[in-house]
């Protein structure tokens, strides 16, 4: 899975990301101090796989990955190539979801690029250059298929829902909320442009300490954030960006007691991972075992063997069964052969659908 982190010059993004990825990208008080997009692998916190590694003695643990891209911040008139302009833009096209920062605290020793606090905005602000952004891919795309469109009837209906779309896109509305027609070939059309306006967005209510064990509900702004995202169909999770710095520095050990002094029950990068999981439609299942026990993850509602595919494609393609047990049952029996005795190992074919949590071993012939 790869994010990419958006927001205006000064709202705490590349504090966040370095805070989720320990990358150390330079954060300072001016804008585009972010002038390549930073890059960051981060493991996604899985307690499953550590009791499970302990159980099996794993010789290695490896837990599902996400992809961080912290773009540089985006000001008004991006898509013209104001500030840094289009070349950023261009980084969010490769993302699965963006993540995007919306300042909520007030804090005058840190300038906000335009003179006040105002989180509707500043989303607004973000969300048009990605729509013009948007609108000059659907021009060069109109261009093209008016040349042809008179003498193919395909191109000219594909000329239509490109007209319609940038129409839509162009009364101020996303690509994401554009009533797609229930045809598979414009549906495939529509999914081929890559707009940024349909990526799925988690937008991060960052917000001062005070604000941050009542997950913002005491912020009159957070509110306004959410209101927003509730009517984009965007998930929102709050964070305290300077603070999820302070937690990346910690030892494992101190982070669970910082956590619980600040009256929080998770990190801000496992709300974001929770928020990405869910927006996405995402789950993990495990294989475990001597040599290693890992994480895969899959979307919801893949079945057996495509999710061997996950491991290699020989085993979606010999896939002949597999054995599935809930992880928490694996862990009560304390080993596969003793949840076999019980017999709550079950024996899957190919229209098994995966659910989150499953261990899986997968047998296969090629």
Same mark, same amino acid.
């Given at each position: 899975?790869?994010?990419?982190?958006?927001?205006?010059?000064?709202?705490?993004? $590349?504090?966040?990301?370095?805070?989720?990825?320990?990358?150390?990208?330079?954060?300072?008080?001016?804008?585009?101090?972010?002038? *390549?997009?930073?890059?960051?692998?981060?493991?996604?916190?899985?307690?499953?796989?550590?009791?499970?590694?302990?159980?099996?003695? $794993?010789?290695?643990?490896?837990?599902?990955?996400?992809?961080?891209?912290?773009?540089?911040?985006?000001?008004?008139?991006?898509?013209?190539?104001?500030?840094?302009?289009?070349?950023?833009?261009?980084?969010?096209?490769?993302?699965?979801?963006?993540?995007?920062?919306?300042?909520?605290? /007030? &804090? &005058?020793?840190?300038?906000?690029? *335009?003179?006040?606090?105002?989180?509707?905005?500043?989303?607004?602000?973000?969300?048009?250059?990605?729509?013009?952004?948007?609108?000059?891919?659907?021009?060069?795309?109109?261009?093209?298929?008016?040349?042809?469109?008179?003498? *193919?009837?395909?191109?000219?209906?594909?000329?239509?829902?490109?007209?319609?779309?940038?129409?839509?896109? /162009?009364?101020?509305?996303?690509?994401?909320?554009?009533?797609?027609?229930?045809?598979? /070939?414009?549906?495939?059309?529509?999914?081929?442009?890559?707009?940024?306006?349909?990526?799925?967005?988690?937008?991060?209510?960052?917000?001062?300490?005070?604000?941050?064990?009542?997950?913002?509900?005491?912020?009159?702004?957070?509110?306004?954030?959410?209101?927003?995202?509730?009517?984009?169909?965007?998930?929102?999770?709050?964070?305290?960006?300077?603070?999820?710095?302070?937690?990346? /520095?910690? %030892?494992?050990?101190?982070?669970?007691?910082?956590?619980?002094?600040?009256?929080?029950?998770?990190?801000?990068?496992?709300?974001?991972?929770?928020?990405?999981?869910?927006?996405?439609?995402?789950?993990?299942?495990?294989?475990?075992?001597?040599?290693?026990?890992?994480?895969?993850?899959?979307?919801?509602?893949?079945?057996?063997?495509?999710?061997?595919?996950?491991?290699?494609?020989?085993?979606?393609?010999?896939?002949?069964?597999? %054995?599935?047990?809930?992880?928490?049952?694996?862990?009560?029996?304390?080993?596969?052969?003793?949840?076999?005795?019980?017999?709550?190992?079950?024996?899957?074919?190919?229209?098994?659908?995966?659910?989150?949590? &499953?261990?899986?071993?997968?047998?296969?012939?090629?």
């Amino acid at each position: 899975m790869k994010l990419g982190i958006v927001g205006l010059p000064n709202v705490g993004k $590349s504090t966040l990301f370095n805070s989720l990825t320990k990358a150390g990208a330079e954060s300072a008080n001016y804008p585009f101090c972010t002038i *390549d997009p930073n890059v960051g692998i981060v493991p996604v916190p899985d307690e499953r796989l550590r009791l499970l590694g302990d159980m099996y003695h $794993s010789k290695k643990v490896t837990p599902a990955v996400i992809e961080f891209v912290d773009i540089a911040g985006l000001v008004k008139g991006a898509s013209k190539g104001e500030g840094l302009g289009n070349q950023f833009l261009a980084n969010i096209r490769e993302v699965d979801a963006i993540v995007h920062v919306v300042r909520c605290f /007030e &804090d &005058d020793n840190v300038v906000h690029v *335009d003179g006040s606090i105002d989180p509707l905005r500043d989303m607004e602000t973000i969300n048009l250059e990605l729509i013009f952004s948007d609108i000059e891919i659907l021009e060069r795309r109109i261009a093209k298929a008016s040349k042809g469109a008179r003498n *193919d009837k395909s191109l000219a209906k594909e000329l239509s829902l490109l007209k319609d779309i940038k129409a839509y896109l /162009e009364d101020g509305n996303l690509a994401k909320t554009f009533a797609v027609p229930d045809d598979e /070939e414009e549906a495939a059309w529509f999914a081929s442009y890559n707009l940024l306006t349909a990526k799925p967005v988690i937008y991060a209510a960052n917000v001062s300490e005070e604000h941050l064990a009542d997950d913002g509900t005491s912020n009159p702004f957070v509110q306004k954030v959410r209101t927003q995202a509730a009517s984009e169909d965007s998930e929102v999770f709050v964070i305290c960006a300077q603070i999820e710095q302070e937690i990346a /520095e910690l %030892e494992e050990d101190e982070k669970a007691l910082f956590l619980e002094e600040l009256g929080l029950q998770e990190s801000g990068l496992e709300k974001l991972i929770k928020a990405s999981y869910s927006l996405l439609g995402l789950i993990s299942y495990l294989t475990a075992g001597e040599d290693e026990t890992r994480a895969w993850t899959i979307v919801k509602g893949t079945k057996a063997p495509q999710a061997a595919g996950k491991i290699h494609t020989d085993f979606e393609r010999g896939f002949i069964r597999a %054995e599935v047990v809930n992880y928490r049952d694996l862990l009560d029996c304390g080993s596969l052969s003793a949840a076999k005795e019980k017999g709550i190992v079950g024996l899957e074919g190919k229209e098994y659908v995966v659910k989150d949590g &499953d261990v899986m071993l997968f047998r296969f012939n090629v």
